[in-house]
């Protein structure tokens, strides 16, 4: 199995320079968005993306050409390019950002254009202080030589781009959170309906939010057409998609291929194996809000649709790999614990939820667990995630509460003897 | 835009409006969905999850939050399936995990709907065992609210009161998460004139009132709904006693008037009600001292004067009596045969309210209704609370509004145009040509315009106002409401076929000194503008009746006091409000010792005097008053206790206001702040300071002008002198200084003439010399 | 009290960029914890004033968002990771050297205002588990030898600026990806090292 390099292209033919703007421009850089803006109407570009069949990076998967569609039409709209990158195990945005930052600036002058906005903001997570440095300096670049700015390359198209770093919070990567957040307020996730960003987003104005890796995907869809991109991959998970590969593994990294390799493959040959030549126990095939699979699952195809049928997701790329010495229970204490110190708290299922499941995942692992804490763990998943099912029926606001759930099922699922054998069993109640 | 749908809820189909959302569409067809953060007058926020209820989609049922969801046609909806009740057993469980097991001593026990709900909905015993949240409890965070943060389901009620409604946000959410907790800034309380409406709202004991703190038990009280006197607005309250003692107020929501709103001052002064400087028994001065006497020997003193027509009557009249007692004291001043008797009512900033052209009234929902709020009046936050949430929620929903003059700074961050000092002189008056003011006509020509019209200050013309008004006729579509704010003004002004007003007083008796002279519920010497020339004036009468609750300065110059009951919960009868609706005072507590209705006293000299056979029924006063009034839906009890009615009933009378209008060159813009140094705010522990701080404001350049610096000085008139501080407040034009008369001997001065302003020693105490 | 000039200057600079003042709110909220080491009192107000609300909104803000400190922190914010790729590769024995070193808990601060420790959530660098900030710029593929030498050096040298790049260089192992060239551009205190906030510098 290979890599398919599009967006990692140029990073890795010229790794010194690629965050600069001449390396950039030596290889083709921003020549498509200034021939598009002289020959392409934006309906064109916007034709381009849907025929690409592209599907957003973030981890919702929604279809771009379709989101860009939505937009409703207004004379103040923005654009928000979503880089709050916090699911534990994900790390792709990061290089996207640090290595080739004027890849995601073109794809923003594209997007923009297509959808008349002339005001977009990169709302990047506090943490990344250098990707940060590298995209400002970037921005200042191409102000410097007008790629954006006033009347961008002649086209009388103005844009503006500001870099807004963010302060510590997972939340403010959903999309109505991460508006609040730009707005100055406390990061909660708003009410859909009726705050669909498409129609009341940033300052309750059209806006929309898409991902570092999607962003960045644009000026190659562009470049050779939407239908040349909708080749790639599989159906329904087309194009290339950039994975983070991390855990027990020989080669952890990020990795741009095209989707329909299976898991196993995958760590054998880009992977390089599993550390100390071990076996799989789990992984997670999707970010930290995905259930697990077994190490026997290791077959399934790494696309959205073979996911989904084995009640997961492929989410945000992350693919975490955890070998036979694996304390499970430890390991989804840390997926607990992370959703509990992440909520924003305003859903009472949420906020008193994930903390009680950690208290009593805590009190298990450090053996004062309990024989009805089992069946308790379960319930209280249950009042947070209904029927606990897969694709998660939630009695919150957005998912995260109900993604708290899914280690934890897992666990009793496919480990229930780890967790028994925790539990001091002459422990009466 | 409202087209009728149907849905079905629980099988069975329900009619509601479209864009309603589910949880208000089922209660309105009695089906009740249990909730804790939504709140009818608050926007949704979904946060507690309590109503979640399941429709059915096309990808299957789903639960969802019935108090932001909106109905649609042919919606299909479970509000008990098992999954419902599930999640809602789910979601108590997880409220109580860190709610304290403290109800034995929480004030909200017993009308808590944590409590209520727990029952309703709640699971057995807590399956909790870990440690609860903890808190240091309760927080003072201002100095009537308590905050208990253990208790606190964070519903973010007050939160948003204070943010949405309020527009004060002084309370929000603090930490994150498990974390989180409801507070206040460090050095800055929860100072609200609104911030009791955050305690009736919370659905758990976590914010407390000072003055009902372990007071009583729910299934002690004894209540009855009646009418706020405290401003014009009327609102509508219910009152809570125990043991013959009034010890809570809460808002009504009566949606033509206060919507469950209250401002501090309603809801708070209440407790002078016991205060034991009530006066219990009538009084006469014999030599200088008040001496007890019967009400009887009051009346055979009076009696000659009162039988000989040349006896010179006049009354000075409060405006916080009852429509029954203004009507009973119209018939004795009808029965006796003294010549042009006048009532003059105790408020400086009466204008005339008569118009050129006749303008139509305008109600409260006007408001909602209208294109634009045109504002010329007093200081709406300072006097008519809830007016000024009421064009709030105008704003809010899309209303322009649009502010003259220097005296409605509050507003002004929510207004559209603001025409201040380049329009307005410090004078108050307009001096532009309003049809020059282009901005301005555009913003309201054939426009639906609700005017609220009234003085900002005392010494404004009623020829300002009125082309303000003639401008507004000749140009939209306008309505208006006369910003009279005091009490039951409107009451009196519709029972009287003329009154006029203080300053009218002082020339009247200036030039003509009565010899009788009643003083119903009224303290001009103690709250005039004018005080001086009141006390000058009273002395030489020769007989002054004082009624009232209170000693106070004006009855320490009568010949005799009268115990009178108070309106807040002592006596029956009827008010009306600023939209001329009338609606019920009701009765809840005994009147300490001798005191009597005012209207009891008037009734009682008729008889006595037998001028003729009054009746002493407060029901058949009601009847009369409106007798020879032909409409079938007049406002008397019968109409007014039908359910019908609970928004009590309008009826509208053009105002008879006789306000002489000559100029006066003042740089003193007086007002009155809420809280203020009058005998039921003093003699109401829980808010009595908050209305002792004295001060003045003005802007930095008009400060310089006085070469004051360390934010003391002095004012002085003659051998009268008073430190105080002074605020700067930019909002001010140059040159004008803003006074609140209602504190404490700041009406002592004559504002007609120079006030000397002097920088105050730090060391100086804020006394009066 | 106020801020002094050159913190105003950029306060100012900062609220330009966008539409409405408060959207401000975050960036002067960084700019106030690299003035004073967390979010002060005093910085609230002063914030309150400059995008127009009440202090209480502030507070209400800055509680949110874990990076803005409520405490002052130590000249080095020490971050370990505590997330799933960290916690499966023995990130707890990195979080106990830091603690055994410095003596601190959790989200504690020396006397000498030279350590912060807090063990955090996922930063970005699974493939370089475990992985720690100091002062926001990371290190990658530590172990508990490494991530001691790292405090020493830090408490020997004090270095004022902190350089990613320096500290991989010195400190580092496996990387979650190639960094290419050397960046010597860093973070001059308890923040993110950003030009916006005027919080970094490039190093000689
Ligand atoms: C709890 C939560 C966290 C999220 N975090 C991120 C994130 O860090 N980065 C991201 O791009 N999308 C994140 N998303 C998805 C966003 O809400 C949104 O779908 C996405 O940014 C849209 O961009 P896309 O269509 O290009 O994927 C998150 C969603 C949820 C519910
Ligand atoms: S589910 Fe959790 S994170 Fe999402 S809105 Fe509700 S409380 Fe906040
Ligand atoms: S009442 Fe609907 S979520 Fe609270």
Not at chain 1, 199 to 207: N, S
Not at chain 1, 241 to 266: A, C, K, T, V, W
Not at chain 3, 57 to 86: D, H
Request: charged share 25%; net charge negative; aromatic share 8%.
């Amino acid at each position: 199995m290979k890599e398919t390099l599009l967006l990692t292209k140029h990073m890795r033919e010229y790794p010194e320079n690629s965050h600069l703007i001449d390396s950039y421009e030596k290889n083709n850089g921003y020549k498509t968005a200034k021939s598009a803006l002289k020959s392409l109407s934006p309906q064109q570009i916007l034709q381009e993306i849907k025929d690409s069949n592209i599907k957003g990076r973030g981890g919702a998967g929604f279809p771009t050409g379709t989101k860009w569609g939505m937009l409703v039409e207004d004379q103040e709209k923005y654009l928000v390019i979503n880089a709050d990158e916090s699911e534990p195990g994900t790390f792709k945005d990061r290089i996207l950002l640090e290595r080739d930052p004027h890849q995601l600036i073109e794809g923003m002058i594209l997007t923009c254009f297509a959808s008349g906005i002339h005001k977009a903001f990169i709302y990047i997570r506090g943490e990344y202080a250098k990707p940060a440095r590298r995209v400002q300096k970037a921005v200042e670049q191409a102000y410097e030589k007008n790629y954006i700015g006033k009347n961008i390359f002649g086209s009388n198209f103005d844009l503006d781009i500001v870099v807004h770093l963010g302060a510590g919070a997972y939340i403010c990567g959903e999309e109505t959170a991460l508006l609040n957040s730009l707005e100055g307020r406390r990061g909660e996730p708003r009410l859909k309906p009726p705050y669909y960003p498409a129609v009341k987003g940033l300052y309750m104005k059209p806006t929309l939010v898409n991902n570092v890796e999607t962003i960045s995907s644009v000026p190659w869809i562009i470049a050779n057409s939407g239908l040349e991109y909708n080749k790639l991959g599989v159906e329904g998970s087309v194009g290339t998609r950039i994975f983070s590969l991390s855990g027990h593994i020989n080669n952890p990294g990020n990795y741009e291929i095209q989707m329909g390799s299976s898991f196993g493959e995958f760590v054998d040959t880009l992977g390089g194996g599993v550390k100390n030549s071990k076996k799989i126990k789990a992984f997670i095939p999707g970010g930290a809000s995905a259930p697990w699979f077994r190490g026997d699952q290791l077959d399934i195809k790494m696309t959205i649709d073979d996911v989904a049928k084995n009640n997961s997701m492929l989410g945000s790329g992350a693919v975490v790999m955890m070998d036979e010495d694996t304390n499970l229970v430890s390991a989804a204490k840390s997926i607990v614990s992370f959703f509990a110190h992440e909520s924003c708290g305003q859903c009472t299922p949420c906020r008193e939820g994930t903390t009680w499941l950690e208290m009593i995942l805590d009190r298990i692992a450090s053996g004062r667990g309990r024989t009805s804490d089992v069946e308790l763990l379960l319930d209280i998943c249950d009042n947070i995630s209904p029927g606990l099912s897969w694709p998660p029926k939630m009695t919150t606001i957005c998912p995260l509460g109900p993604s708290a759930v899914s280690p934890i099922t897992s666990l009793m699922k496919d480990f229930r003897d780890e967790v028994d054998k925790l539990i001091p069993s002459k422990v009466l109640l | 835009m409202n087209q009728k749908i149907n849905l079905n809820v629980n099988g069975l189909v329900i009619e509601s409006e479209n864009d309603k959302l589910l949880i208000e569409a089922c209660e309105d067809s009695g089906i009740h969905i249990p909730r804790f953060c939504w709140h009818k007058r608050l926007d949704p926020v979904g946060m507690c999850r309590m109503c979640l209820v399941e429709i059915d989609t096309p990808k299957g049922k789903i639960l969802v939050p019935s108090c932001t969801t909106k109905v649609t046609d042919e919606m299909i909806v479970d509000t008990e399936s098992d999954t419902v009740r599930k999640a809602q057993e789910g979601i108590l469980e997880f409220l109580l995990i860190n709610h304290p097991l403290d109800c034995p001593i929480c004030d909200k026990a017993g009308e808590c709907p944590l409590q209520d709900q727990t029952m309703a909905y709640g699971p057995g015993e807590s399956r909790f065992v870990e440690e609860k949240r903890h808190f240091e409890k309760p927080l003072p965070i201002s100095e009537i609210i308590l905050l208990d943060r253990e208790r606190c389901i964070l519903c973010a009620r007050c939160t948003r009161f204070s943010d949405e409604i309020s527009g004060d946000p002084l309370i929000e959410f603090i930490q994150r998460g498990n974390k989180t907790e409801v507070n206040t800034f460090p050095n800055e309380p929860f100072k609200s004139y609104f911030s009791g409406n955050t305690v009736q709202i919370c659905p758990v004991g976590a914010l407390t009132s000072t003055s009902y703190r372990f007071k009583a038990r729910p299934w002690d009280l004894k209540t009855t709904q009646s009418t706020c006197n405290g401003c014009s607005i009327g609102c509508t309250i219910e009152l809570n006693s125990s043991q013959n003692k009034m010890l809570r107020i809460l808002g009504v929501d009566n949606d033509a008037v206060n919507q469950g709103w209250l401002c501090d001052k309603g809801r708070y002064n209440f407790e002078y009600l016991n205060s034991k400087q009530r006066l219990l028994s009538s009084m006469k001065k014999v030599n200088d001292i008040f001496e007890e006497i019967s009400l009887q020997e009051v009346f055979s003193d009076l009696k000659n004067e009162i039988i000989d027509e040349s006896t010179k009557v006049k009354f000075f009249i409060g405006t916080n009596l009852t429509n029954e007692d203004y009507y009973t004291i119209k018939e004795f001043s009808k029965n006796i045969p003294a010549q042009n008797q006048t009532f003059y009512l105790n408020d400086d900033f009466l204008h005339s309210g008569k118009y050129q052209n006749t303008i139509d009234q305008a109600s409260l929902n006007d408001l909602d209704n209208s294109d634009v709020i045109v504002l010329w009046a007093q200081d709406l936050k300072e006097n008519l609370p809830i007016l000024f949430l009421r064009i709030r929620k105008a704003v809010k929903n899309g209303v322009k509004l649009v502010i003259f003059g220097h005296s409605n700074q509050t507003l002004l961050d929510i207004s559209d145009t603001f025409f201040g000092e380049n329009i307005v002189s410090n004078n108050f008056e307009i001096i532009k040509d309003l049809n020059k003011i282009k901005d301005f006509k555009k913003s309201v020509s054939g426009k639906k315009v609700t005017a609220v019209i009234g003085k900002s200050s005392p010494f404004q013309s009623n020829e300002s106002l009125d082309n303000l008004v003639k401008f507004l006729q000749e140009n939209s579509e306008v309505k208006i409401l006369r910003a009279y704010s005091k009490g039951n003004i409107f009451g009196a002004i519709s029972v009287f076929d003329s009154v006029k007003g203080t300053k009218e007083f002082i020339n009247d008796t200036s030039n003509d000194t009565p010899d009788l002279l009643f003083v119903v519920g009224a303290d001009p010497v103690g709250s005039s503008i004018f005080s001086s020339n009141f006390k000058e004036n009273i002395k030489k009468i020769k007989k002054v009746v004082s009624l009232d609750l209170f000693q106070h300065e004006t009855s320490e110059l009568s010949t005799y006091i009268i115990p009178t009951a108070s309106t807040l919960g002592e006596k029956e009868g009827t008010f009306t409000n600023i939209e001329f609706r009338t609606s019920r005072i009701d009765k809840l507590v005994p009147s300490p010792g001798q005191s009597i209705s005012d209207w009891e006293f008037f009734a009682g000299l008729i008889n006595y005097c037998n001028l003729q056979e009054f009746s002493n029924s407060v029901h058949e006063i009601n009847k009369k008053l409106y007798e020879n009034l032909k409409s079938s839906n007049i406002p008397i009890f019968d109409n007014l206790d039908k359910p019908s009615n609970v928004e009590g009933i309008i009826h509208i009378k053009t105002p008879n206001v006789e306000i002489s209008d000559e100029v006066i060159e003042s740089n003193y813009f007086l007002g009155n702040k809420l809280y203020g140094d009058n005998a039921t705010v003093r003699h109401s522990e829980s808010i009595s300071f908050l209305g002792s701080k004295k001060f003045i404001e003005m802007n930095e350049e008009t400060a310089n002008q006085y070469s004051l610096t360390n934010g003391i000085c002095k004012l002085e008139q003659n051998s009268f002198s008073v430190n105080l501080t002074y605020n700067i407040n930019n909002k001010l034009p140059d040159g004008l200084i803003f006074i609140p008369k209602n504190r404490r001997d700041l009406n002592k001065f004559n504002f007609l003439d120079e006030i000397k302003i002097f920088p105050g020693s730090q060391e100086g105490s804020l006394n009066v010399s | 009290m106020t801020w002094e000039d050159k913190y105003l200057k950029q306060a100012k600079k900062i609220i330009k960029l966008y539409p409405q003042k408060r959207s401000a709110m975050g960036p002067l909220l960084h700019l106030a914890q690299s003035r004073d080491g967390y979010i002060s009192d005093e910085s609230i107000s002063v914030i309150s004033e400059l995008v127009g609300v009440t202090e209480v909104q502030v507070k209400s803000v800055s509680t949110f968002y874990s990076m803005y400190k409520q405490e002052p922190t130590g000249k080095y914010l020490i971050s370990v990771c505590k997330s799933i790729s960290c916690e499966i590769n023995d990130s707890k024995s990195v979080i106990n050297a830091v603690k055994d070193f410095t003596g601190l808990n959790n989200n504690e601060t020396d006397e000498e205002k030279l350590f912060t420790f807090e063990a955090v959530e996922c930063i970005g660098a699974c493939g370089g588990a475990p992985a720690v900030q100091v002062n926001y710029e990371t290190v990658e593929g530590l172990t508990t030898e490494k991530v001691i030498n790292l405090c020493k050096w830090l408490k020997d040298t004090t270095p004022d600026l902190i350089v990613a790049d320096v500290l991989q260089e010195k400190f580092g192992g496996t990387k979650s990806f190639d960094w290419a060239i050397k960046d010597s551009s860093g973070s001059t205190g308890s923040v993110p090292g950003f030009q916006t906030f005027n919080t970094t510098k490039e190093e000689k």
